[in-house]
């Protein structure tokens, strides 16, 4: 029996094939958005709006084609066009904004980085060998890679401060930490996290601990906040050792990075140096345990580690499974408890 073109649209097919393709090319749209925020077109456009003339006048490009781009980003959710040739943002686009105090500016310009991009397409190498298709890319793991080149280092480290910043507000709002003691951000970064925490409990006081390069912006970070007197920076590896003098431990965002051997070793570290009535927190993505269509960013970020770093995403019987194996009791999971990340609370398993 043959299919007519009526039989075909009446069937939705043609929807599902624009579905499908909109989602082949899916790296088109990262590369225009890359561009976008490496043009700053999103800072030049504003609250108001721009001609297509206007911008690639501000931005030395082809009208032309930057009006071409702009039109796929209006496509895709990213802008509008009120006119013909004019351009204004959409509340999607606005956070690409670097004065937006939602910005993922930084962060659009990180993970549109060529590094990202040239990883991703080797990505049959990591699914065929289980090898990280970062480290046969550029023949090196993306840390020392980005120990050798600072301006994209320092651009990783702000990239990571603005998608800390959500779920750092949403954590000091959602977890109730005590009234008094001492709270150590493990991997803490430039210290946006625990900047959050303190703020919302005056009478905490804290510690930033990450390498030497981790924690390079943390004095900035903290000295803005009016921290300074309440948050020591300390440096080091976690592999080795942590402090000893919290009452509270934090693990944001770090454990996604690492391979079940790793995430062992660090909580093993964790685990005989923190004091026996210290509560441990980690925050970050749990997964389903099957998979589903609710959070598809939980799924990129895990196919992302697994591509880079050789980490990736765990479900809560996996997290579950880490922290009794290295001596610890999972008191609570609190599934977006810290806007889309959640928050794991144990405790040493002799204190359970």
């Given at each position: 029996m043959s299919t007519t073109p009526q039989d075909v649209l009446a069937t939705g097919t043609l929807d599902l094939?624009?579905?499908?393709?909109?989602?082949?090319?899916?790296?088109?749209?990262?590369?225009?958005?890359?561009?976008?925020?490496?043009?700053?077109?999103?800072?030049?456009?504003?609250?108001?709006?721009?001609?297509?003339?206007e911008l690639a006048d501000a931005t030395a490009t082809h009208e032309p084609s930057l009006?071409?781009?702009?039109?796929?980003?209006?496509?895709?959710?990213?802008?509008?066009?009120?006119?013909?040739?004019?351009?204004?943002?959409?509340?999607?686009?606005?956070?690409?904004?670097?004065d937006s105090p939602d910005s993922l500016h930084k962060f659009a310009r990180m993970f549109c980085h060529p590094i990202f991009f040239t990883s991703w397409q080797s990505l049959r190498h990591t699914v065929t060998t289980g090898e990280r298709a970062f480290d046969h890319v550029h023949e090196t793991g993306i840390y020392d890679w980005l120990a050798r080149h600072g301006e994209t280092s320092t651009l990783f480290n702000e990239a990571m401060s603005e998608e800390?910043?959500?779920?750092?507000?949403?954590?000091?709002?959602?977890?109730?930490?005590?009234?008094?003691?001492?709270?150590?951000?493990?991997?803490?970064?430039?210290?946006?996290?625990?900047a959050a925490i303190l703020q919302a409990r005056p009478g905490l006081r804290g510690v930033v601990f990450d390498s030497p390069s981790g924690v390079a912006e943390a004095p900035v970070t903290l000295g803005?906040?009016?921290?300074?007197?309440?948050?020591?920076?300390?440096?080091?590896?976690?592999?080795?050792?942590?402090?000893d003098d919290g009452d509270l431990y934090i693990i944001k965002s770090v454990f996604q990075d690492w391979g079940d051997d790793e995430a062992r070793a660090i909580l093993r570290t964790v685990r005989s140096h923190i004091p026996a009535s210290a509560t441990l927190l980690i925050?970050?993505?749990?997964?389903?345990?099957?998979?589903?269509?609710?959070?598809?960013?939980?799924?990129?970020?895990?196919?992302?580690?697994?591509?880079?770093?050789?980490?990736?995403?765990?479900?809560?019987?996996?997290?579950?499974?880490?922290?009794?194996?290295?001596?610890?009791?999972?008191?609570?999971?609190g599934v977006g408890q810290a806007g889309p990340l959640s928050v794991i609370e144990a405790v040493p398993a002799s204190a359970a």
């Open positions: 094939r624009a579905a499908l393709i909109e989602r082949i090319g899916g790296y088109m749209t990262a590369h225009g958005i890359g561009v976008a925020a490496e043009l700053g077109l999103a800072d030049l456009i504003g609250t108001g709006s721009r001609t297509s003339r009006r071409r781009l702009l039109r796929m980003l209006v496509a895709v959710g990213i802008a509008e066009e009120p006119a013909p040739g004019r351009f204004a943002l959409t509340d999607v686009g606005s956070q690409l904004r670097s800390s910043r959500l779920s750092a507000a949403q954590l000091a709002a959602g977890y109730d930490f005590p009234a008094a003691g001492t709270v150590v951000d493990l991997g803490g970064g430039d210290g946006t996290l625990l803005k906040a009016g921290l300074a007197d309440r948050c020591e920076v300390r440096s080091g590896d976690f592999f080795q050792s942590v402090p925050v970050g993505t749990v997964l389903p345990e099957t998979a589903d269509t609710s959070a598809p960013v939980a799924y990129f970020t895990d196919v992302n580690m697994m591509v880079t770093t050789g980490g990736q995403e765990r479900t809560e019987g996996e997290f579950r499974a880490l922290l009794e194996e290295t001596g610890f009791t999972v008191r609570s999971v």
